[in-house]
């Protein structure tokens, strides 16, 4: 009798800054856990570049990377929709597709992992028999607020947005205006709807996994699991595995950049971006260079050119760099 691996599958919902995390994640369980793992992948554009780059560059022997169908939601949603609702009336168009795939498996998966914007597709886990976990590729503190959100009274809610005073999270630090998620802004707009479904089914999974660690996010974790906080609407567990870094192949740097990472104490410098979205505007650009500027930390700065103008040559300062992002 063949003796084979758990399987997983893990859905990747359209976006390289969602794709990236969901294949680190695939591999860790293979390398660290021995499953194996099948990725399930909605690209929206499976001719881009970037796309096709980073999947022929994966191990397929590692991996069982599978393309589900691109949908066409042009008569679903307003052209001007944020990218946010687009995302997930794909998600939901795309059910039948993974509902046809999973059946079509020799060996079907024990356990579906999906992200934030797939938690619908749960639905089709449980018809499957197959266990259901989130993977949130933020922190802790964002998947509370995204729990929790569902729970929050309208006029608690209003109070936030129109009055700008501070949204109380039980068992955490409270959501300062500025801070806000977009989906809180307009509870007209569909995403809001969605951002609290979303929020709705994460608590109803088997398990939550979260881009974080014990010691970064010690006082949230442990309201998350605090009953009398916010564990009474996370039932579910949630795993801290961070942190997850993709570990990529190493790029060329200015060598003044080499150089002066090579004159710095171990583990000395922060290194900060924002992914693959990561754009802001000039004024909070400068905002946020003053603010790195006064921590007096060393570090390396990845930003790319604002959305005014390009500003990036006035943060080149001594003992702290910024490289430019273009790609």
């Known amino acids: 009798m063949q003796i084979t691996k758990p399987h997983v599958a893990l859905l990747a919902s359209p976006g390289m800054g969602h794709l990236i995390p969901v294949l680190e994640l695939a591999k860790r369980l ?11 992948v909605l690209a929206t554009d499976t001719s881009s570049d970037h796309l096709s780059q980073l999947l022929n560059s994966q191990n397929h022997d590692f991996l069982n990377i599978v393309l589900l169908p691109t949908t066409d ?10 990218i946010v609702t ?13 509902r046809s795939t999973i059946s079509a498996m020799k060996f079907r998966p024990m356990a579906l992992i999906v992200d934030l914007f797939g938690t619908e597709a749960m639905k089709v886990a449980d018809e499957f ?50 801070d806000t998620l977009e989906a809180f ?24 996994i979260v881009n974080t660690w014990e010691e970064l996010e010690f ?12 564990g009474c609407i996370a039932k579910a567990p949630v795993y801290p595995i961070g942190p997850l870094v993709r570990q990529a192949a190493p790029q060329a740097l200015e060598s003044k950049v080499l150089d002066w990472l090579d004159m710095q104490p171990t583990e000395s410098v922060i290194y ?4 693959s979205g990561g754009r802001l505007p000039a004024k909070q650009m400068i905002e946020l260079a003053w603010g790195l500027e006064q921590s007096q930390q060393r570090f390396i700065w990845v930003v790319r050119p604002p959305l005014e103008n390009d500003i990036s040559g006035s943060f080149l300062t001594l003992g702290k760099v910024l490289l430019p992002r273009f790609n």
């Open 129 to 178: 028999g197959m266990l259901k976990y989130v993977f949130i590729a933020s922190n802790a503190w964002f998947l509370a607020v995204t729990i929790y959100a569902p729970a929050v009274d309208k006029n608690e809610l209003a109070v936030h947005v129109n009055q700008q005073q501070l949204l109380k999270i039980p068992g955490c630090k409270p959501v300062e205006f500025q």
């Open 185 to 208: 802004l307009d509870p007209n707009d569909p995403m809001y709807d969605g951002f609290l479904h979303a929020g709705m089914e994460i608590s109803a999974a088997d398990g939550i």
């Open 272 to 275: 900060v971006s924002f992914g």
């Open 73 to 82: 939601i042009s008569g679903l949603v307003e052209p001007d929709a944020s």
């Open 86 to 98: 687009k995302l997930l009336v794909m998600m939901h168009q795309s059910l039948p597709a993974l």
């Open 30 to 40: 293979v390398t660290h856990h021995n499953l194996q793992v099948t990725v399930l």
């Open 219 to 230: 006082t949230t974790l442990e309201g998350l699991r605090d009953n009398t906080k916010l």
